[in-house]
């Protein structure tokens, strides 16, 4: 057996821009063992949620990340609609689906930018970040910011669409769907594409399943899942998707379904549009939340976005739980990096588009270097929270005391 | 300070002319970060001002900082920051960077980036624009001009 080496990337690192720290075990130049460490955008949201109003939170929450901020506040919006027992307007569910398949758009193309850009196509990345802006102009004209667009608010949407702006997305959309097709012929023709990024980063079916993966990296492993289809939200009941999969389950499919996907929320976008029903944008919400606890589900860019929400009758909430795509996608992670080579590790965590900045609720240990992986149960994990804060000189039993009791 | 010779003043005019810059998010939301990259790419074309993006602080003279710093990140910023060679600068691209921002009470979050390492020059917003990045930049670079001026005078 070779010599192992042991290589820490990160948590500033120039292939990504977010900070996240890998500790890669290389036999030569291949990886046999990863071990993954988030935590470092780690700033405590669900915490701040606790002790803000709804109103408040929904600003919080649109900032857990800057790229699917619509995801994360319209995920949020439902549960609490839901519970408020409130039927937002159908002209506002539109404009929440319209907003959500721009989001889309401006992702997947920027997905498209960074992978180009980690394989060394930087002609693709600065093409794909050029189309981006046309979609984030519109965004900036719907929302009035280019990226916390904050058009949502409790009970409906805070901005209409005018014919004007109809007009104009329509034009953005002729433009980015020209340029797609570009994107598609270079994803599906170009063979260096497919020699690079074929093969590269596997997760079979199987595993999917296993891991729980979701978006674009299960999709491409051949697992038909879009909560837009398997639990319609907003006007996803009417606005009819097709599911985008592909059986390759490496990077290469990734970046198949991502641009088919351009291709879906093009036609989507269009379908909205010419469908946008007539009426109010919002309905009133009462400030206080009656008490009860709630799942929403959301299919953001890279996946889907769930939040937990539990109320109890006053107008702070006592409980939210976000669970980002990127959380989910992050186990199978030493699996795909495994059997890779180190050349491949960036183009590999790039595929699943990981946002840390959503993901930094929990840290996922995986040690690979013994050759056995160790599982926590309840009893194991608490002591070891004990014991953690005990060597900082902290005991627990003494602070138990002095914690409210819910 | 003493005038500076022949060879100081190109040095100074060089680094004036093209200062390379390094990105590091100290705990931001992402949106930022993006706002960053974008100003790289065509529409804002950074590079005109000779900006190149390095990947490691040793060959960086800017360090540009997004985000409310995590006490994660806190001591890797610090280190990101001593590992960069003088003269350096710290922007401070966001509303996070510049006060903390909306995460500003959050228990894990140290605040502003002026907590952690000295800041040339704050750029609120949220995020904030590619504009304002660029606007940002030259008028540091300005005032380095300006500072190195006054110098011989």
Redesign the interface.
Known sequence: MSKRVVIPIG????AL???GSFIITLEGEKVVGAQVEV???????E??CESRTYIQNL??IE?????C?HAHSTAYLQAIEELAGVAIPRRAAYIRSIMGELERLHSHL?WL?VAGHEIGFDTL??YA??DR?LVLDVLAMLGG????YGINTPGGVRRDIDPEHIQKIRDMVDIVEERNKYYINLALGETTLHARLGGVGRLSHEEVIKFGAVGPVARAAGVAFDVRQAEPYAAYDEAQVKVITDDHADVFGRTVVRVLEIMESIRLLRFLLDNLPEGEIITKMPRRIPAGETVSRYEAPRGEDVHYVCANGTDILERIRVRAPTEANWHGMSHMLENDYLADVSIIIAAIDP????TDRSIVIDNRDSGQQTIFDWKQLRQYSIDWYRNRGVDPAKLANRLPRL | MAKRNIIEKAIDWSRRKSPWI?????????????????AL???YDVERFGMLL????RHADVLVCT??V?L??RD?LKR?YEQMPEPKFVLAVGTCACSGG??E?????SGGMDTVVPVSAYIPG??A?PEAILDAVVKLLTSLEKSQKAIDN
Not at chain 2, 105 to 109: A, E, G, L, T, W
Request: one cysteine or more; glycine letters at 10%.
């Open positions: 948590p500033q690192h120039p821009k977010e900070p935590g470092y955008n780690h700033r405590g949201i915490k701040a600003y919080i900032r857990v990340c800057g790229i901020s920027l930018g990345f600065m970040w050029r802006e910011n280019r990226v916390n946002c840390y900045s959503c | 390094i990105h590091f998010n100290a705990g931001a939301c992402n949106g930022c970060d993006i706002e960053v990259v974008d790419t065509p529409r390095k990947g490691t602080p985000g409310a995590t994660q990140t890797r990101i909306i995460f009470d959050c228990y894990c979050v949220c995020a624009r």
